[in-house]
């Protein structure tokens, strides 16, 4: 263990994280994101982001209907070429965790996760007690993926030991169910030095996969925000031979955001994060433009999105 | 100490902004006395594809505004191209080799167009929809709805003319549209976008392309975003070319001989039928 677990140690541990360069963290994203991928490295890059991405809805006016054709494109994303791989999940809220683990079920997604948002998501504004039965809901119902986001007021305010503690409740629930994704909401977190604190202090706390946003917040996934991410899982791994995953959302939604994302995983991380299991992508609207993108490749000729379902 | 020229650079119009070629292209247009006049851009492939998402992302306002509504923007057009008749008058005399006379008459029949297709806006339904007899207790109407988007290439010559003639009636349904400018003489073209920019057409709903025609027909062609073609100002084998590659997706694809019609307008329009109970 790095830390005794103590809140004072942890404070002075994240106190010693070097500052980030903010001017060279822009620098260095802005520069690998002028990367051109082109041709097979495109297709393969193109595959590789549609098993990556969180097929996701979180709205209000969510119906079973609309979360069940989710789950047929997560299964079949484009239903006129069998060669298009699955997504890496469905991310719906906890009262629709049930509807998608069935549905996938029923239809041969067996193996694509359900992802729940949790613990008063997205605001995080509730007490320990409805988080923890927040969560326990949804992994009543199924899910076996956990997005909590933390309590960004506490964070903020310095508290960064309730944020740390609640971060550990809720994946002592996860227990071996489920996997635990921790959302920062980095456009609330502001600078990038509270990014790479809140980076560590989700991993020290037990967090499988650290997550951008919630996708309700702008700005978002940016791309130096998942580069300072990318860093600290790169770091904690050297430290403690933990691979921990990562995962942008909200904002993404072009092919070429996504590439220019695993451009930045590539270069930071390494390989070994290019992996669903490592890394994943939130978005809804993404998914279109990459089978549109993939039909463009395949047939030569631009492609119409009059092709590809309206979810 | 004499003044140092200001020279236009002559770009494109994508999405209500004027961005040069993404590729950094140009070409040499030349005058009818041979001598060089300007080096428009030369669009690539991407231009277009960045004009059609900037089309098919207009099309939704443009298609639902109201008819009155489009058709008080086509008349603003017309208003703005009359402020600026001399600089058209000087493009085309320059390009052309007409008369200063001749040009002239180009352009007021030109803004007369814009004009005339203005007032057509909100009168395609009562000539092209209608009240259907069903055996039923149904009201059942059929109106023409726009397409989508679509793609004109303008005619050679009359070079303003030209390019007005195939432009207005596909957009006064609502469809929004690529102008293909005539390589030969495509400056006039570039003015009317300059003019389109000022005249309260929303952003999109018209996208100016100058280039080679050669290059642009085949990824026009095969595209399937793009609905419709006007092939004014293609030749009889590169029409039969265009149609061959745009038959994956159905493109409507046209060449009209009448000068002002409403077929040009209905052409680029779908049927769209509606069953209504009576009493509810």
């Not at chain 1, 955001?257 to 890394?279: H, M």
């Not at chain 2, 909100?122 to 055996?135: P, R």
């Not at chain 2, 195939?166 to 549209?177: D, F, M």
Request: aromatic letters at 6%; charged letters at 25%.
């Amino acid at each position: 263990m790095i830390i005794d677990g103590s809140e004072g140690d942890l404070k002075r541990f994240l106190d010693d994280l070097p500052p980030v360069d903010q001017v060279g963290a822009d620098a260095r994203a802005a520069m690998l994101a002028t990367r051109s991928i082109k041709t097979t490295s495109k297709a393969w890059a193109i595959d590789m982001a549609i098993s990556m991405v969180d097929l996701t809805t979180l709205e209000g006016a969510d119906t079973p209907g609309k979360v069940k054709a989710l789950c047929a494109k997560a299964v079949r994303p484009d239903p006129t070429d069998l060669t298009v791989p699955s997504v890496g999940a469905i991310c719906v809220y906890n009262d629709m965790v049930k509807i998608a683990r069935e549905e996938l079920d029923l239809i041969g997604g067996r193996k694509i996760p359900v992802a729940a948002v949790s613990t008063a998501f997205p605001s995080g504004r509730a007490s320990i007690e409805v988080k923890k039965q927040d969560t326990q809901d949804a992994l009543n119902a199924g899910a076996s993926e956990i997005d909590m986001v933390i309590d960004r007021g506490a964070f903020l305010s310095g508290k960064i030991g309730k944020v740390f503690e609640e971060i550990k409740i809720v994946k002592d629930i996860c227990g071996e169910k489920a996997h635990l994704k921790v959302i920062f909401e980095t456009g609330e977190l502001v600078t990038y030095d509270n990014v790479r604190k809140a980076s560590y202090l989700a991993m020290l706390a037990g967090a499988d996969f650290i997550k951008t946003s919630t996708g309700k917040v702008n700005p978002a996934a940016t791309a130096p925000v998942v580069l300072v991410m990318l860093e600290a899982v790169r770091d904690y791994f050297a430290l403690t031979g933990i691979k921990i995953g990562v995962k942008p959302a909200g904002g993404i939604k072009t092919t070429k955001d996504a590439i220019k994302q695993l451009v930045l995983v590539n270069e930071t991380a390494g390989s070994d994060w290019l992996n669903p299991s490592l890394f994943r992508i939130g978005a809804s609207s993404l998914l279109n433009d990459l089978l549109m993108q993939r039909m463009k490749l395949r047939t030569g000729h631009y492609a119409s999105a009059n092709y590809v379902t309206i979810d | 100490m004499s003044r140092i020229d200001v020279n236009k650079t002559y770009k494109l119009f994508i999405g209500g902004a004027f961005p040069r070629s993404e590729s950094g292209r140009v070409y040499e247009v030349k005058g009818a006395n041979k001598k060089f006049i300007a080096n428009p851009a030369m669009a690539s492939r991407k231009d277009l594809r960045e004009s059609v998402v900037a089309a098919k992302s207009a099309f939704h306002g443009w298609a639902n505004a109201t008819a009155f509504n489009r058709g008080q923007v086509l008349y603003r057009i017309a208003e703005i191209m009359q402020g600026r008749s001399e600089q058209f008058v000087e493009e085309i005399c320059a390009l052309e080799g007409v008369s200063n006379k001749a040009a002239k008459s180009q352009v007021e029949e030109t803004i007369d167009t814009w004009v005339w297709y203005s007032g057509w806006c909100d009168k395609l339904s009562a000539i092209s929809g209608s009240l259907n007899q069903v055996s039923g207790p149904f009201y059942n109407f059929t109106t023409p709805e726009p397409l989508g988007v679509v793609a004109v290439f303008a005619e050679n010559k009359p070079s303003l003319l030209g390019a007005v003639r195939t432009l207005a009636p596909v957009i006064s349904s609502g469809n929004t549209a690529i102008l293909i400018a005539s390589e030969k003489y495509p400056l006039p073209a570039i003015t009317l976008s300059e003019v389109l920019a000022t005249s309260d057409l929303p952003s999109g709903v018209v996208n100016v392309l100058t280039g080679k025609i050669s290059e642009l027909a085949s990824w026009i062609a095969s595209h399937m975003e793009i609905d419709g073609v006007d092939v004014a100002g293609l030749s009889k084998s590169e029409e039969e070319e265009l149609k061959l590659h745009g038959a994956d997706n159905l493109k409507r694809v046209f060449r009209f001989t009448n000068r002002n019609h409403p077929e040009r307008i209905l052409s680029f329009m779908e049927q769209k039928t509606v069953w209504h109970p009576i009493g509810i």
